[in-house]
């Protein structure tokens, strides 16, 4: 398994931009793709945005697509980019990797996860 660790989080206000950081490390750890989730409080865990182990492949949950963007680089660590931030973008977010062909949005198919970095947008 790999191991991750998030960083990047904080307050920031509507409007403004934030990025995010999971640094992923271990045994192969450039063969998984990597994810990001965010949970709001009293909400289930819902994916934002996905891509795969050779960075060419990236997947975006509606709620992220044309606001976030999703890269990672050659030390496998991926950011997520996140612009135009609104309120309801306010949760804990997570970084999970996944071994496998393909790509997923389902939580219950990765293999490792991160501790998670709060991100708090005011109005």
């Known amino acids: 398994q790999v191991q991750l660790v998030e960083s990047g989080g904080g307050l920031v206000q509507a409007g403004d931009s934030l990025r995010l950081a999971c640094a992923a490390s271990g045994r192969s750890a450039n063969m998984y793709s990597l994810a990001w989730f965010r949970q709001a409080p009293g909400k289930e865990r819902e994916f934002v945005a996905t891509i795969s182990w050779t960075g060419v492949s990236t997947y975006y949950a509606e709620s992220a697509e044309g606001r976030f963007t999703i890269t990672r680089d050659a030390n496998n660590t991926a950011y997520l980019q996140m612009a135009s931030l609104t309120p309801d973008d306010t949760a804990v977010y997570y970084c999970?990797?996944?071994?496998?062909?393909?790509?997923?949005?389902?939580?219950?198919?990765?293999?490792?996860w991160g501790q998670g970095t709060q991100v708090t947008v005011s109005s």
């Open positions: 999970a990797a996944r071994r496998g062909m393909g790509w997923s949005d389902r939580d219950y198919e990765y293999d490792s």
